[in-house]
């Protein structure tokens, strides 16, 4: 055997069996809602727990039509974003933008687009740990017995104790759905904040998990409910004060160190979204300083093709 | 003050410049060519190729050039290359009983047909360092040959063991089907001996020492012996769909380790000591020795043992011991969390205020609602 | 065979990609009517949908069953162009061809995985004379809005009955395509049939 010199990959790196392979678990994740369907995770040639779930199933999905928005926490400009988004411009020759509309395929770590989806688009999420129960039962073979029987006995439990002791449920992000009323689901790691979007949603949305080797989907209007109490409503983050770039109250806000006297600034996480209100002549407290110091560029250029 | 994070892409590509650079050292030094690795760190390649999954020096030799040496990211090179190769198929079983020896010892017994063969080993050395290495032309080390050569073919001691009912027999399941490939089916639990073994086998070295070490220590409850460890060569052959007969491939270099433990017996079997299996490709004993410690142990729950110890625990180990999946999620940590940690501070910022208020309104009932 | 085979997929990358969005969108959107592209001539007796979705998704893994009917030159040209092992018995198909035609096995026979696997199980695809203009049916379910009619024609009888008992079992069932020329409607499992057993 011998090195080759040039490696010639495949469309969308991943070979053709690989993709029927993670094709046909897609297909039966989207069938059981929230059910989480075992697949031969392949090696990717990034690190696992970087989003080799998520690129699995977009390389499994896209194709030539498609245009490609990848986010990490929020921003298409965060280093794993920019890579990811690179990886499938390179090998999938795809379209890629930062506009959530202009998006047919959006994959995510972190967080759900402020601008709702829309019908026809493809959310991916990038999933670290998709057994929902797994802090609480270590053992595979206990938590796939729990679903299997509908048994979510424990997770009421968990949620309890933490009222019990801080008033309030002491997830906030990762925080479990029921989905379609059957399986106790992970969103992955979105503030809790974006658990509300993930209900009805007009848009599919599909979760990998390489490294756990699971793949599970979310139909369009499909029924998520956030798990709560009667006397313990699920609720949301809020903010006090508006972005301070966009003026928005609306969305969910990234804190920002400005000093080292504990000045902070709040900044929508969604970095299209904010761009986009800027674009519209929204203004928040502190934009006119951030663009004079050229710390934020005041009109946001179109991706080059 | 804020600084809205653009030019991700230009940061990445300067960073693959300075990882260049720093990986090729000072240049006025001699640049490694990959068949200096492969030819004289040997142990280093054969442990990539092993947790690697992937017989290939050449390209386990260029993964430790490009992952400068590190262990780890050289078998996640080697992976990455391997899942886009075409499979052809299963070769036959390899049969280590044909092995042309190189090393062979055995713990259990003084002497045995075949002998004890110490070949290539650190073992009697001293760790004192050989200067001498460090020299620009050390002479050419020759070994001097044996009086005698060394006997073709060397029965397996578990098999002398086997001929008299002592050890437990393992055969094949019924119809010998092909086993289960862990890189194309994910884990279920309880999982076949099969699954385990290629887990253990492209495991990492360190957990599965340290797991075997514990189970020594008392963490576990075998007492293992080395029934043998044997080191050489072994022919692998494959039979393709239309020739129908097997056909020689080459030779894989392998180590195997048979351990043998305490007995079991029930009131229907007669007391056999029991076998913990390793093998890795290369000269890799310590891999091979940790490997069959584990394995045997993981055999608790078949053999009717009480499992309380990490290494008795098959979703435990078997889940853990991947250093691609662990390193990658572990170092994942240093991506971006901001998203998930603001979600924490505001709810911990919430119930201290809660908490504040309400020892407030304690002190002061009439402020209360 | 004396005849060479007709062709598959010209470009089989491009081409079952296409196929596969399809039939995602299919299933996502449960009786929502896809037309697949592409410009398949399957022998005959198998629909260029039905072609097309085997294609994308059967391979050395996935043993196929063909209902009786479709013959030889069906299964030669799917086991040639797949490399899917024709399962013997339903219970072995991950997926199957069903053509309507009476005697052939209830979705009971195929897979339906288990309680704790029950991604473990078959897809059915079932070819009819058209998914228009046949007796209206209700459904609801995970990705439909409020309900949903559809009006497949040329179905076997009793099929919407066998439908129910495989919802009843959720989350084991099978996952049914109704597949009529070049045209799909997923119904996978977690659909409910709203309409009166009596008026089916």
Redesign the interface.
Same mark, same amino acid.
């Given at each position: 055997m011998t090195a080759p010199a040039q490696q010639h990959y495949n469309y969308a790196y991943l070979d053709e069996q690989s993709k029927r392979m993670i094709r046909r678990a897609i297909l039966k994740a989207v069938a059981i809602p929230g059910y989480q369907v075992p697949f031969a995770s392949r090696e990717m040639p990034l690190a696992r727990g970087w989003g080799t779930g998520g690129m699995q199933v977009t390389a499994a999905l896209i194709g030539p039509s498609d245009t490609l928005k990848v986010i990490d926490q929020g921003a298409d400009d965060t280093t794993n974003a920019v890579s990811i988004r690179r990886f499938f411009s390179r090998v999938a020759h795809v379209a890629t933008t930062e506009k959530t509309r202009a998006a047919s395929v959006i994959q995510t770590r972190h967080r759900i687009p402020e601008t709702p989806l829309s019908a026809g688009q493809i959310i991916v999420y990038q999933v670290p740990m998709p057994e929902p129960l797994r802090k609480l039962e270590a053992s595979e073979r206990e938590t796939r017995k729990m679903h299997g029987y509908g048994e979510y006995g424990l997770m009421h439990v968990k949620l309890y104790e933490d009222i019990a002791r801080y008033g309030h449920v002491a997830t906030s992000y990762d925080y479990p759905v029921a989905v379609a009323e059957r399986y106790v689901t992970a969103p992955s790691p979105i503030p809790k904040f974006d658990n509300p979007k993930m209900n009805m949603s007009p848009a599919l949305q599909l979760f990998g998990a390489g490294r756990e080797k699971r793949i599970y989907a979310i139909p369009p209007h499909t029924r998520v409910r956030s798990l709560d109490f009667e006397d313990h409503p699920f609720t949301v983050q809020r903010w006090s004060t508006p972005c301070a770039l966009c003026g928005t109250t609306k969305t969910y806000l990234d804190e920002v160190v400005i000093d080292d006297r504990g000045g902070r600034m709040f900044v929508c996480s969604d970095s299209e979204y904010c761009e986009e209100r800027r674009e519209a002549g929204h203004a928040g407290a502190m934009l006119a300083s951030a663009e004079a110091m050229k710390l934020v560029d005041a009109r946001q250029p179109e991706d080059a093709p | 003050m804020y600084v809205a994070v653009k030019g991700g892409e230009a940061a990445i590509l300067a960073s693959y410049d300075l990882l260049a650079e720093t990986r090729r050292g000072n240049p006025s030094v001699p640049e490694l060519r990959l068949a200096q690795i492969r030819e004289q760190m040997g142990t280093a390649v054969a442990r990539v190729m092993s947790e690697g999954s992937l017989y290939d020096a050449d390209l386990a030799a260029l993964a430790l050039k490009q992952a400068q040496g590190d262990a780890v990211e050289a078998i996640f090179l080697l992976r990455a290359f391997r899942t886009t190769l075409a499979r052809f198929g299963s070769s036959e079983p390899l049969d280590t009983s044909t092995m042309r020896v190189r090393r062979r010892v055995s713990a259990t017994y003084k002497d045995l047909p075949g002998g004890q063969v110490l070949g290539p080993t650190y073992d009697y050395t001293h760790r004192l360092f050989d200067f001498t290495l460090g020299e620009e032309s050390a002479a050419t080390p020759e070994a001097r040959p044996a009086d005698a050569p060394l006997d073709a073919v060397m029965a397996r001691v578990p098999d002398i063991l086997g001929q008299e009912g002592l050890l437990e027999v393992e055969q094949p399941a019924a119809g010998d089907p092909a086993p289960t490939d862990i890189t194309r089916d994910s884990l279920s639990f309880p999982a076949g001996r099969d699954v385990r073994l290629q887990t253990l086998a492209r495991g990492d070295e360190g957990f599965l020492l340290g797991l075997a070490y514990s189970v020594q220590r008392g963490f576990g409850h075998n007492h293992p012996f080395v029934g043998e460890i044997r080191l050489g060569e072994v022919a692998v052959e494959f039979t393709p769909e239309e020739l129908g007969f097997p056909v020689d491939l080459g030779d894989l270099t392998l180590t195997e380790c048979q351990m043998v433990n305490q007995f079991a017996g029930s009131k229907h079997v007669p007391p056999q000591f029991t076998r913990g299996y390793g093998l890795s490709f290369g000269h890799a004993e310590r891999k091979a020795m940790a490997m069959s410690i584990v394995d045997r142990s993981l055999k608790a729950r078949a053999l009717g043992e009480e499992v309380v110890y990490p290494a008795q625990q098959e979703e435990f180990v078997l889940y853990h011991s991947d250093n691609v999946e662990a390193a990658g999620f572990v170092e994942h940590l240093k991506l971006p969390h901001y998203v998930d940690f603001q979600a924490e501070l505001e709810l911990i910022r919430r119930i201290r205020a809660e908490r504040a208020a309400h020892a407030q309104g304690a002190t002061m009932p009439e402020a209360a609602e | 065979m004396d005849q060479p085979l007709a062709a598959g997929f010209t470009d =089989?990358? /491009?081409e079952?990609?296409?196929a596969? @969005?399809h /039939?995602?969108d299919a /299933?996502?959107?449960p009786g929502r009517i896809e037309r697949l592209g592409g410009a398949l001539t399957p022998p005959p007796g198998l629909t260029p949908a039905g072609a097309a979705l085997l294609l +994308? /998704? =059967?391979?050395y893994? +996935?043993p196929l069953w063909l209902a009786p009917g479709l013959g030889a030159p069906v299964a030669d040209w799917l086991r040639f162009h797949t490399a899917a092992p024709l399962a013997q018995q339903p219970a072995e198909a @991950?997926f199957a061809v069903l053509t309507g035609a009476p005697g052939e096995p209830e979705l009971a026979a195929f897979p339906a995985g #288990? #309680?704790?696997?029950? #991604?473990r199980?078959a +897809?059915v695809i079932l070819q009819c004379a058209g998914l228009e203009g046949g007796r209206p049916v209700t459904l609801a379910?995970?990705?439909?809005?409020d309900t949903r009619q559809i009006a497949p024609a040329g179905l076997p009888a009793g099929f919407w009955r066998q439908l129910a008992l495989n919802n009843r079992q959720?989350?084991r069932?099978v #996952?049914v395509v109704l597949a009529a020329g070049s045209s799909i409607i997923g119904l996978? @499992?977690?659909l409910r049939l709203e309409t009166a057993q009596g008026a089916l």
């Open positions: - | - | =089989a990358v /491009l079952s990609q296409e596969f @969005r /039939l995602l /299933l996502s959107h +994308t /998704l =059967a391979d893994e +996935t @991950r #288990d #309680d704790l696997y029950p #991604d199980s +897809t379910g995970p990705g439909i809005p959720y989350p069932g #996952d996978p @499992r977690s």
